[in-house]
């Protein structure tokens, strides 16, 4: 069975960090890539960040880059989202998602992944 799970989210105030984790089991995790998305309420779900099978490449979206870090641990089969300098826009739920993709050193923004995690809370206070 296919599994990700999330956690590490939570209440912090801006400026402040958290590190999410999505530990992730079923699948070759060394042949897949992991993005993590989020979604506030009455907006449609944002790629936040991406890291390619083997942790190759990591991408990052505009709003997010250079205080957001993704990485890797494949012995553990988890991937993690450090977030520092957070404001109250990045308040949201937060998903990880795993993808085959036909380039292996590629990664995606995109929502267009074939398994998802059941998200975990993050909450920016001002």
């Known amino acids: 069975e296919v599994q990700l799970v999330e956690s590490g989210g939570g209440l912090v105030q801006a400026g402040g960090s958290l590190r999410l984790s999505c530990k992730t089991s079923?699948?070759?995790?060394?042949?897949?890539?992991i993005g993590w998305f989020r979604q506030a309420p009455g907006k449609v779900r944002e790629g936040v960040s991406c890291?390619?099978?083997?942790?190759?490449?990591?991408y990052y979206s505009n709003s997010v880059k250079g205080r957001f870090t993704i990485s890797s641990d494949n012995a553990k089969k988890t991937v993690y989202l450090q977030m520092n300098s957070l404001k109250p826009e990045d308040t949201a739920i937060y998903y990880c998602?795993?993808?085959?993709?036909?380039?292996?050193?590629?990664?995606?923004?995109?929502?267009?992944?074939?398994?998802w995690g059941q998200g975990t809370q993050v909450t920016v206070s001002s």
């Open positions: 998602a795993a993808d085959n993709p036909t380039d292996p050193s590629s990664c995606k923004l995109a929502p267009w992944y074939d398994y």
């Open positions: 079923g699948f070759a995790f060394d042949d897949y890539a």
């Open positions: 890291i390619s099978s083997g942790g190759g490449n990591r």
